[in-house]
């Protein structure tokens, strides 16, 4: 069994910063690529950030500059830290997880987070 927790989200003024953290559980041997997703009222889910198990990182267009995504293997977590933030990335932050190995070999393609809310006031 696999699970992550999200947690971070909350209100922040135009301008500001948060740093959302997301912790797997379970007797995790490795996990493959990590991701952030998002969903605003109204609109489809967007990939956000994503970050490789060797710490490639790839970012959405509206967020280069801003965002940083960043993972500690060991402890099976991985960050957002949100700079400059805007009202327009408003939305239910989700952690995604690709490729997960576990010790007693079960592999899980994907597992997600329930999500944590972040919202930018202007």
Known sequence: QVQLVESGGGLVQAGGSLRLSCAASGSIFRINAMNW???????????????????ITNYADSVKG??????DNAEKKMYLQM?????????????NAEGIRLYD???????WGQG?????SS
Request: hydrophobic share 20%; with cysteine.
């Open 37 to 55: 997703y998002r969903q605003a009222p109204g609109k489809q889910r967007e990939l956000v950030t994503t970050i490789t198990n060797g710490g």
């Open 66 to 71: 801003r965002f940083t995504i960043s993972r």
């Open 83 to 95: 700079n400059s933030l805007k009202p327009e990335d408003t939305a239910v932050y989700c952690c």
């Open 105 to 111: 070999g079960t592999y899980y393609p994907e597992s």
């Open 116 to 120: 944590t809310q972040v919202t930018v």
